[in-house]
């Protein structure tokens, strides 16, 4: 952590420059004899990546900014806020804390929060941007958080965890074993120092793989921005062992869709053909496979087991994209070309043996317009071009 960074001519360069070319920055060298170009340079990209996602950072004079991935791999400050409400309490540790931003969070919800960091440089640069934060309730421990646990006799309300992805997958789909720490063995011992455990693991783990590897699942918390999945999160109880409750989020930017069920419950969807409207449920729904469940809590048929779309003659209120349907026809390129004569519209396949990109090639239909087209399978296994117009956002 260089200090100079914080001198305030230094922070007012950074700010100025928050919309220059990094590299002609970095060329012209820097104006400081004690910083570096590179460290201006991760500063103001460190500080461009927090505007959107880290407001209060982005806002808050004599911020200290870590490496860019350590700003790219953090909670973003609507996530973070959404799981420092899932548990309450007096006391909480978060043993893989980072930059620290869902610590903040849980500092409005408990009386006193340890935040544990390996990094030592990290560490400091948490500790510093918090003193500019204003939080007086969080505690800064330099070192392994797990150690930290072993070796102190107290205890909290709640352990949070946020595994690492094992550097050497390269990209390939991983379990829970893959991360560090690895959980599932140290599940006992964590519930000897608090009754809840909170986990955030990536988004594309598989849920049932996860819950079979963990015990005393409490909750399944799935929460997507924008209709992009950002954090899977698994609530964990000391002797729970009752059913597991799935909750998914899909914050907007005006509203946020909310669907929750129970894991256990058994139901079957009722099926028909398309009907007026047809309803595509957000990423949040589809990553919770919750498929039977939005189907028969919502009074909506599928139109196909593995089709994931929805229909009812009357509009509901749905948690995705609601579209009227104008035209219901059996896939024929040549028809469907004669009912666009603009050949443009935004294209959708579910359960279709064609790829979006393979389809306009075929077609020449161009993206855009105001025309959207679903390529799908209906409940007799037929293809179907459902065109629409669309709803709402």
């Not at 953090?74 to 309490?89: D, F, M, N, P, R």
């Not at 929460?223 to 998914?248: P, S």
Request: glycine share 4%.
């Amino acid at each position: 952590m260089n200090l100079a960074i914080l001198k305030p001519e230094v922070q007012q360069f950074i700010t100025d420059n928050l919309h220059t070319e990094i590299t002609k920055l970095i060329l012209k060298g820097s104006p400081f004899k004690d910083i570096s170009a590179q460290e201006l340079a991760n500063q103001i990209i460190a500080k461009q990546k927090s505007k959107k996602k880290l407001g209060t950072w982005f806002a808050t004079n004599n911020i200290y900014y870590p490496e860019k991935l350590s700003i790219e791999q953090t909670s973003s400050e609507i996530t973070a806020q959404y799981k420092s409400q899932l548990v309450l309490g007096d006391a909480i540790i978060d043993i893989t804390g980072g930059f620290g931003v869902d610590c903040y969070y849980f500092s409005k919800q408990f009386k006193k929060v340890l935040h544990c960091e390996i990094n030592e440089d990290l560490s400091r640069i948490v500790k510093h941007n918090y003193q500019q934060l204003k939080v007086d309730n969080i505690e800064t421990f330099s070192g392994n958080g797990f150690d930290f646990l072993k070796t102190n006799k107290q205890n909290f309300d709640c352990i949070y965890i946020d595994p690492s992805r094992r550097n050497d997958l390269k990209g390939k789909v991983f379990l829970l074993k893959d991360c560090l720490p690895y959980v599932p063995t140290k599940i006992d011992f964590f519930f000897s120092k608090a009754k809840y455990i909170l986990i955030k693991v990536s988004p594309i783990l598989d849920i049932s793989n996860t819950i079979k590897d963990l015990k005393n699942v409490k909750e399944v918390h799935i929460v997507a921005i924008n209709n992009e999945v950002k954090e899977l999160l698994f609530l964990l109880e000391k002797e729970y062992t009752d059913f597991i409750e799935v909750k998914t989020i899909n914050f907007q930017r005006e509203n946020k869709q909310e669907f929750n069920f129970n894991l256990e419950e058994k139901v079957v969807s009722d099926y028909t053909k398309p009907l007026t409207y047809l309803y595509e449920p957000n990423s949040a729904i589809l990553k919770s496979g919750g498929f039977h469940q939005i189907s028969k809590k919502l009074n909506i048929s599928k139109l196909h087991q593995h089709s994931h779309l929805y229909t009812s003659k009357e509009l509901i209120d749905f948690p995705g994209r609601c579209f009227k349907i104008n035209h219901n026809i059996n896939y024929d390129k040549k028809e469907l070309r004669k009912m666009l004569p603009n050949k443009k519209a935004n294209i959708t396949t579910r359960n279709f043996p064609k790829t979006v990109a393979q389809f306009r090639k075929e077609t020449k239909i161009k993206d855009g317009g105001e025309v959207y087209i679903f390529l799908t399978t209906d409940l007799n296994n037929k293809y179907k071009v459902l065109i629409c117009d669309k709803l709402n956002n």
